[in-house]
């Protein structure tokens, strides 16, 4: 019997995951010739505004799947969640058409990006988030910018999808590796590092 229980579960995980995309929009290049190589990255995450759809451990995953995936390519990288920032502490997602205060976040944190050294700056924002039962289709912005300057050096748009069934915190690694291995080909494929 215990057998069979693991067989179920194994076959129920690889559905899951089998159900889960991250598909990338063409990405637009605003300074040819940049490479994070050999550089520090400061990342502003923004994804927890939606940690009750995607789930708590899925973003830790995804954070430290994306430090990990970073250092693998000669990039230091520092996360900051928008809700551990001075001004997530206090905000509330009362309705789908409040404007997050993204800029807000990044001023308040400057000293802390200086201090880290940052060269360059990545913001990620969920975009758009659409529940159909079990299924959560997303679009989440990726955008890269000069530290120093403020200009836009690269971005793009992902559209994936995911299946929880009972729980958002299901397979929470499986998941984040479908969005950060996406996005880590993507800025391969852009000779971003």
Not at 11 to 30: G, K, M, P
Not at 103 to 120: H, P, R, S, T
Request: glycine fraction near 6%; proline fraction near 2%; charge should be positive.
């Amino acid at each position: 019997m215990k057998i069979i229980k693991q067989i179920t579960l194994i076959v129920f995980l690889l559905a899951i995951s089998a159900c889960a995309t991250n598909d990338f929009d063409s990405a637009r290049t605003y300074r040819n010739g940049v490479s994070l190589k050999n550089s520090k990255l400061y990342i502003y995450s923004f994804m927890d505004l939606r940690d009750a759809e995607l789930g708590k451990k899925m973003l830790v995953a995804m954070n430290n799947q994306l430090v990990d995936g970073f250092k693998k390519a000669g990039v230091a990288a520092t996360v900051l969640n928008f809700k551990d920032s001075a001004t997530g502490q206090y905000f509330s997602l009362s309705n789908k058409n409040v404007q997050v205060p993204v800029k807000d976040v990044i001023l308040q944190n400057a000293a802390n990006e200086v201090a880290a050294g940052a060269n360059y700056r990545m913001i990620i924002f969920p975009s758009n988030m659409r529940l159909t039962g079990a299924v959560k289709f997303y679009d989440i912005k990726w955008e890269i910018y000069d530290a120093k300057s403020g200009q836009v050096v690269w971005t793009t748009i992902s559209h994936g999808k995911n299946s929880t069934m009972w729980s958002t915190e299901e397979n929470p690694d499986e998941r984040a590796q479908i969005i950060l291995e996406g996005f880590l080909n993507e800025i391969r494929a852009n000779k971003l590092i």
